[in-house]
């Protein structure tokens, strides 16, 4: 089988549809997602019914949990905040509900997934080898797969025990081996790497890969969205850059 791993959707629907669109061309049957589906993005109800009508796994993210209560918006930026608060507007209490009860961890046979790190699964970021030293430490599991950052990484552990990591580009085989390893597959609707297109996953059991992928996607549309519900701007002109 073949599964599409994803993060930080961040409500952003002409991103998802074109990640989807690309997953299931390439024989995905199953959505692994990392967490933070929902607020920045002007179409949260649209994101998550595309995932709860499609066959999937999901973690929470820091977003996911703020915008269902359970966790104060006080902790956010105030324009993150704002945002938040007009997220929960739009919601179905279903919607919420399905939010409020979603597990920080989840094991997947040799996966673990989660949105931030092991130690402190909806907040901290993984972002230098030292901090994926101390995750590597705590593994249950010989892959662990991440989101949270919004930028394509591997992480890996060698013989000699030094953690070293490197972005993943489009187009990027990982051999799943022995060597533990923590793969973040960036974001697809407000990737922070430099390239705006919406950055995915995908994982092949049979032949033991991990490959990332990138999606042009409509993004003025998407920004229009935004403008029109009066989003914070710089969350509308940051898609234009991927930054």
Known sequence: MRYAVMADIHANLEALN????????????????LGDIINYGPDPTACLEILMNHKHLAVAGNHDLAVAGKINHSLFELEAARCLAWTRSQL?????????????MLIVGDFSLVHGSLKRPVWDYITTPQLAAENFG??????????????????TTGQNGICR???LMAGSMQPLRQTNLIINPGSVGQPRDGNPQASYGIYNDEARTFCLYRVAYN?????????????????SARLSKGR
């Open 18 to 33: 074109a990640v989807l669109e690309d997953a299931y061309k390439r024989d995905a049957t199953e959505i692994w997602c």
């Open 92 to 104: 179905s209490s279903d919607m919420i509900d399905y939010l409020a009860v979603l597990p920080e």
């Open 138 to 155: 705590l593994m249950r599991t010989p892959y662990c797969l991440v989101g949270h950052t919004h930028m394509p990484y591997v992480f």
């Open 165 to 167: 990591g490197m972005p």
């Open 219 to 235: 993004i003025p549309a998407t920004q229009k969205k935004m403008q029109k519900a009066k989003l914070p701007p710089f969350l």
